[in-house]
């Protein structure tokens, strides 16, 4: 999503994009390799990955960057028409140095909050709790910030009252919008017979592959027949990725594709008869809106942002927490035609928002004056 909002955005207004360096502590511009990423991120993909953050994220790459990259020099180069946007979570130094940044510059500032997931969940270790929690209060020092949901705005009030922040910044909830190229679709009579089910979520422990592969083997075990095929980078979870082996060994249809490019994923949306989404909390469920958007049902939760996104319709919304509810729904998608009718011809109505409605209103939050400013992040 930040990758497409960058590109809407340039298209409007003069954007320049920084790349943090965790290790030196400081922005800088994007050499040509941050550019194809940004740009093209699968470009030179030979294959999916399992932890796609190997290729730049970790210690070496940004040694490399630390080391050639000159920092950009914010205070001398941020002007009074310029506009400051951080599009995602900032859980390492900058949670520190942006207030002061904003505060030094004066510019206009703009946060975009996803969730508080992990933390409502109690699965943040002491550190990284310490860590979001001084998230959470960087972002009271912004002008403004967008909530991805009405659930994350709740959230994100909460933690700022419990925190006793009173000058809050204003807060706008603008739920991400939803458009790929037409072609990319399913028809509406693609599925035929196919008893493939779609799951796509990174392996962290709140996307709750655990009971979804309890749930599976449930149904396995009872002779229902279908394919679960899994679409996510690893995260370093190890408990999931024994359980795929242990039930691969038994012979079970199963497969973990892991971080895919986004070709081979509408691919993926388009086989599938439909997809679960077993995830326990989320700041807005975009596997849900991308399962809809090629017209193909839903098995989730229905609790918070994720109730936010399935109510709409074309979801079978289920307690997401218990392995038994969680294979009733999946063998009433397979095995009810019915039922399987109806949710199709829901997720078919679905009607999205748009990016040029999602920029439009996106910026006016950087203030009305901003087509003839510029915006950096």
Known sequence: MTRRLFVELEQRISVTPLCWNRLGHFYHRLAPREWNFLRAPFRG?????ALPELRGEKFPGELKRMLRRKPAELLREITGGDRFLAPDFFGD???RKLP????KT??????IFHDAAMERLGLHAPRSTRKFREYIKALASFDCVICISEQSKADLHAFWKKFGIRDLPKTFVESWPLEFNERERASSDSTGESKVVLCVSTFVPRKNHLVLLDAAEQLWSSSIDFELRLVGAWAGNFQVLRKIR???SQGRS???LKHVDDQTLHALYRECAFTVYPSLMEGFGLPIAESLWHRKPCVCGGNGALGE???GGGCLIVDQTNSGALADGIKGLLLNR???SRLSDEARARKFRSWPDYIDKFLSHLKPDVAETAASY
């Open 45 to 49: 993909y030979k294959r999916a990955m």
């Open 93 to 95: 130094s900058r949670r």
């Open 100 to 103: 002061e940044l904003l505060r």
């Open 106 to 111: 004066g510019t206009h500032s703009v946060a």
């Open 246 to 248: 242990r039930l691969r």
């Open 254 to 256: 199963l497969s973990w």
């Open 309 to 311: 996104v399935a109510r």
């Open 338 to 340: 019915q039922l399987y």
